[in-house]
């Protein structure tokens, strides 16, 4: 069965352009949310980076310590001094890699692209100058749009987008809870997973190493 032709597809103009604008709509909105979780991953990956050289700092204090105490056998805090600078550096050049804010920003020049694209649709249909000519113009620029801009968005992104605007999505939560939030979960997955982990598991550590040496008698 041949496939049908553009003509075919645009012989109702405007059902065409409102499932264009919906098109428009969706991939706009995923990529400024797209935008915002890589801005966010950027700033906590800073900061687990920030907190593991503060403690750095605080494991040189506490050796310190232990030495003024003359608890001089421990060989666990210089080995954690050595080895917590080069652990910074890999996870520096890991995160440094990734480009979170190169990409946040080629996210949202594109959705700002598209927003533009859309509104302009938008007022063509109010002003009711629709025609083959014009979404077929509309529809070209559209996919001119994500040549330009391939970089895809991930998957978070789309069932953030979905949680946010479900009237819009056309979601409904009833009897579907998991999916529903799958995507607010993801999304906390991805920008604060990591981070806390680097945050929490040395924090735990140096605060056992305090309370030791609090625990122990000069000698």
């Not at 494991?59 to 805090?77: A, M, P, S, W, Y």
């Amino acid at each position: 069965m041949p496939l049908p032709s553009i003509a075919d597809k645009l012989k109702d103009e405007r059902s065409f352009a409102f499932e264009l604008l919906r098109k428009m709509f969706i991939t706009k909105t995923v990529r400024f949310e797209a935008s915002r979780r890589l801005e966010k991953m950027h700033a906590t990956s800073r900061l687990a980076t920030s907190m593991l050289s503060f403690y750095v700092i605080c494991i040189t204090v506490i050796e310190l310590l232990f030495k003024q105490r003359g608890h001089t056998d421990n060989l666990l805090l210089p080995l954690a001094t050595i080895a917590a600078p080069v652990f910074i550096l890999i996870i520096e050049a890991h995160e440094a890699d990734k480009r979170y804010l190169v990409k946040a920003d080629h996210m949202h020049r594109s959705a700002q692209t598209i927003h533009r694209l859309h509104s302009g649709l938008e007022l063509m249909i109010v002003e009711a100058k629709l025609s083959l000519e014009t979404m077929i113009r509309f529809n070209n620029e559209y996919q001119e749009i994500l040549r330009e801009f391939p970089q895809h968005h991930e998957n978070v992104d789309y069932f953030y987008s979905r949680w946010l605007y479900r009237e819009e999505f056309a979601e409904s939560s009833v009897g579907r809870l998991a999916t529903f939030m799958r995507g607010p979960i993801l999304r906390l997955v991805y920008v604060w997973l990591l981070p806390s982990l680097l945050i929490a598991a040395p924090g735990t550590l140096i605060g056992f190493a305090i309370t030791a040496l609090l625990g122990l008698p000069a000698k």
